[in-house]
Nanobody, 118 residues
Framework: VQLVESGGGLVQAGGSLRLSCAAS????????MGWFRQAPGKEREFVAR????????YYADSVKGRFTLSRNNAKNMVTLQMNGLTPEDTAVYYC????????????WGQGTQVTVSS
């Protein structure tokens, strides 16, 4: 499975950005798609995930109510809509996929930078 992120960039606090992740290859194996982020000097952290069928959402407490995942079945794409951004959301955002409920996140995108200015 190959994952390619798009979107990201620079935005002022309170603004919005949309990240997209396009999946290709053996996508029939995918069980969950997710987003992670890594800020400078910090460990990578979970942001949100969605079932490949489009349901089964789960969000980190830090983004709940501000970030929304959606799934475009026709395009094999997952979108992360980020609203109410704060400087604490500044990080490299990674798309990921796993092929089973109990499996680790097997596949990763290259990452896209999100910078929120105060």
């Amino acid at each position: 499975v190959q994952l390619v992120e798009s979107g990201g960039g620079l935005v002022q606090a309170g603004g919005s950005l949309r990240l997209s992740c396009a999946a290709s290859g053996r996508t029939f194996n995918v069980y969950y798609m997710g987003w992670f982020r890594q800020a400078p000097g910090k460990e990578r952290e979970f942001v949100a995930r969605i079932g490949w069928s489009g349901g089964d959402f789960y969000y980190a407490d830090s983004v709940k109510g501000r970030f929304t995942l959606s799934r475009n079945n026709a395009k094999n794409m997952v979108t992360l809509q980020m609203n109410g951004l704060t400087p604490e959301d500044t990080a490299v955002y990674y798309c990921a996929a796993k092929t089973g409920w109990g499996r680790p996140w097997d596949y990763w995108g290259q990452g896209t930078q999100v910078t929120v200015s105060s």
